[in-house]
Every structure is written in structure tokens, then in C-alpha cells.
């Protein structure tokens, strides 16, 4: 039997748990694995683009361990009463090729999306860094602000959304939660003044302009999420020019990422060489880092294996009979038997 995580599993676990510990968690796991990155294969997810959206898969394996997410991304669904983004991911043993893992990745990921963020703003923003403008409140937002609360003490979140009652979701979600506050702001401009970090969760598939070069103040921390596809950013290309800019998988970012309108000699760091301490993050406090995200396979595996762990302490997880266990494996017949072919024969 392989163990599943399905929906109602992973809500009832996180509800036990807490969203803010498991981002905490998460953060130290990706961060784990990136400072393993030789060993793991890379390459840019397999995407199938349409009018509509995107449909993707991210695999990846460290040797021992194969992990695959598929994950769509279409911007229009949310006007059709469906989530933007939905997935699921499977992690396996390398050495037999079994299914070690079915699970859920649509609140998965949102919760490794924040944990990513929050990992990459630890070694880029400013110490002390505690107002964070949010712009774009819809699905990603409630776990990107908890992460930054719980994780690295951001106190303010500014939010911003074309659409004011998701703002106000936003602020209904995370009300209860201590020490954080969220100010509805009336426009970008005004979410940003005064921010430390800047994180950009916009969902349109476009080559958009939401954070503009007058905006960006001296160290400043740009955490862009959105820009996560050819043909789809969020920043104007002179604050990219003018940034620090750190990168998750350079080939893919470059086909994706806000760096996409760059020069193919346009300077990026890999951020886990920022993460081993092999590269800075950040020269001072008043240079504007940009941390350029568009999602990587290897966080979609720390977190499967994260999850994995949970299934084997008894936290989550029920048996799923996908692979046949048999007496002679070389006897898969045994499994439908003499009575499937005299049916086939009636018929």
C-alpha cells in the first residue's frame, strides 16, 4: 500500500499544526536541500502554454529520491469560481522506482512558495526588516504574510489588490493573529512607502509593469512570485537592471522569470550559493535586492520528503492500493485471473 495525502488530510493537519510552524519547517528543509544542490538533477520544468494558461512539471531527484509536482497556472479561473493554481506531486525510491507518496500540492504549494520567499529574504533584506508591502492579495498572501510574521518578524503587512475585497479577505483570515497588522492601502505607490520588503503576488499572465522604478526606495528587498512564465512579469526592467538579483534555476528563470527582458550576460546569483555563503546576498543596506522567483522543482521535493516524514510519524496519510503486491511478481495476470477471460468471451 502507498501512503496518499489528500485535501481534507492536509487541512485537517495544518489546522492542528499550525500554517505559520509548517512554513517554519519548510523554510529549514528547502533550505537543506539547497545546500546540497550538486546533487540534484536539474532542469527547467516541462511546460504546455495555451491562450488560457499554463500546465507544468517540475521533477527532479537528488539520487536516491525522484520527486515530480504537476501544477497549472490560468489567471482567468478565478472569474470562473476556480483556484488559479492547483497540483499534486509524487515522490518515489530511486532504487526500485516505487511510489513512496501521492499528495496534494495545491495548499503544499503555497506553503513551500512562502517558505521560499521567507529562506531567500533571509539572507537578502536588511536585518530588522519589519514592513512589508504585499501587492496582489489573492491566494498566496495569508501564507506569504505568516511566513515573514512567524519567521522573520515582520510586524506590517501594507496590502494592495485591484480588487479591494481581497484585501479584505486578507485582512479577515489573519486578524486573530498576534502582533501582525495589516493597512489597506489605496494604490502601489502607497503600499510601498515605507516598506523593507516588497513582495509582488500578481496572477495575470502579461508582460505588466505593477512595481515602477519610482517606487523602489534604497534597500529595499523585492520578492517577486508572480512573474512565473514566458510572457509574464511584474517589474519595470530598470529596477531589475539597477538590483542585486538572485535566482532559483538560472536557465529556467531566464525563460521565466522578471530577468526574461534581460541580456543573456545580465549578472544573477543562484541562491544557493547565497545559502552556503559562497555569494552575498545583499552589499549593504542601501542596495535593492531582488529576489527574481518562479518556483523550483527542488522545493516541491524537500517538501514532498517533509511530508513523507510526517506519513511515518503517523501525522498524516492513508494507504492507497495503486501498485499490485503479488505472491510471483512476474504473474500480473494473477491479479484479473481465468474469470477475466471467459467475461471477455461472453462479450
Known sequence: MMPVIDLPQMRGWLQRRGVASVIADLVEAIRADYLRWPEFEKSARVASHSTDGVIELMPTSDGRRYGFKYVNGHPANSQRGLLTVTGFGVLADVATGYPLLLSEMTL???????ATSVLAASV???PGARVMALIGNGAQSEFQALGFHHVLG???????DVDPKATARLKANLAHVDGLRIETCRDVADAVRGADIVTTATADKRLATILKEADVR???HLNAIGGDCPGKTELDTRIV?????VVEFEPQTRLEGEIQHMPPTFDVTPLWSVLSGAASGRKDDSEVTLFDSVGFALEDFSTLCYLHEQVERGALGSPLALIPELDDPRDLFSLVGASAVSARRAA
Open 108 to 114: 503544499a504549494t503555497a506553503l513551500r512558495t512562502a
Open 124 to 126: 537578502m533584506a536588511r
Open 154 to 160: 515582520v510586524t506590517t503587512i501594507r496590502a494592495f
Open 218 to 220: 534604497p534597500g529595499m
Open 241 to 245: 537592471a539597477r538590483a542585486r538579483v
